[in-house]
Structures are given as structure tokens and as C-alpha cells.
């Protein structure tokens, strides 16, 4: 089993950065990890991705270029940096693992955080 547990949300205003953070703890080897996040609609979109070696990074096309996604295998944590936050990157974001390679697929992921609050305003 893994547990995850997210935090750095927040709110900010529109330019601003924000990095979120996702510990794992239990049976952390080779977990490919990945960013979601949920607005308003009933979807969660996949917002980025890192492989277990940290050599391969994904991203959503409306991020690219402003967040970087990166872990630290010794601390069991993942970590999103935001930055030119604009009011559509409103929503809580989920930190979500799997034993393999990343994937962009909710069903894909067996273990999922509680989320945490990104509020940006104009």
C-alpha cells in the first residue's frame, strides 16, 4: 500500500507561483507519479508526470513551460512547481501513483492523494 498526502496549496494572484509538494510513504519503489487536477467540471485532467528514475517528465499542453514537475526518491516526494499562474489553474490538485510508467489515464493510478486547493485570482 502507499499513502500520499499533498501540500503548498494556496491562493495567489494571477503571475504568481506556488510549489505543491506530495509525500509518499509505504511501498514507495518504483512508483510512476503524476499530477492531476479538478476545476469545476466532473473531470480530472492530467497536468503532469514523472517516471520512478526521474528522467522522464509529461506534461499537460497548457502548462508546459510553467510548471516542472521533479521527485526526490530519498525524501519519498514529489514536487510541482508553478509559476505564471493564471485563474484557469484553478483546482484542486491530486498527487496520484502506479506501479510503472507514467500514464495520462484517472485509471491508470492506484493510489491517490486527498488533494490540495490552488485558488488564482485575476
Known amino acids: 500500500q502507499v499513502a500520499l498526502v499533498e501540500s503548498g496549496g494556496g491562493a495567489v494572484q494571477t503571475g504568481g507561483s506556488l510549489r505543491l509538494s506530495c509525500a509518499a510513504s509505504?511501498?514507495?519503489?518504483?512508483?510512476?507519479m503524476g499530477w492531476f487536477r479538478q476545476g469545476p467540471g466532473p473531470e480530472r485532467e492530467f497536468v503532469a508526470g514523472?517516471?520512478?528514475?526521474?528522467?522522464?517528465?509529461y506534461y499537460e499542453d497548457s502548462v508546459k513551460g510553467r510548471f516542472t514537475i521533479s521527485r526526490d526518491n530519498d525524501e519519498n516526494t514529489v514536487y510541482l512547481e508553478m509559476s505564471s499562474l493564471n485563474p484557469e489553474d484553478t483546482a484542486v490538485y491530486y498527487c496520484?501513483?502506479?506501479?510503472?510508467?507514467?500514464?495520462?489515464?484517472?485509471?491508470?493510478?492506484?493510489?491517490w492523494g486527498q488533494g490540495t486547493r490552488v485558488t488564482v485570482s485575476s
Open positions: 514523472i517516471n520512478w528514475h526521474g528522467i522522464n517528465t
Open positions: 496520484a501513483a502506479r506501479r510503472g510508467p507514467v500514464a495520462r489515464e484517472m485509471s491508470a493510478y492506484d493510489y
Open positions: 509505504g511501498r514507495t519503489s518504483y512508483l510512476g
